[in-house]
């Protein structure tokens, strides 16, 4: 195997690994966004109702207590979210300049 069919699959394999390391970023970033995306529905405030105002009151207070752990739970998951992102955000920006620097070689022996 000559030395520019070697470069040739390197490259291919740097590749592979670049576009593997953004799929997971993209997953991690989605995964991220979904979890935000609830809290932000959780902080809507509720509909108006025809419940008398006692009863609206309670309704409210029961969901603000649902809604309060539930954000906790999120909050958890969003924690865990965000650390897998930072770390696919770098293993993604490791792998772009592992592959631009190779290219960049191959371009200089060209």
Known sequence: MSEREKMARITTLSQLVLDGRLAALDRASRARQASLDHLTELNRPLRP??????VEGEVAMRYQLWADQRRSEINLMLARQTAAWVEARQEAATAFGRNQALRTLIAGKG
């Not at 109702?49 to 006692?54: E, N, R, V």
């Open 49 to 54: 109702t025809d419940l008398s105002p006692i």
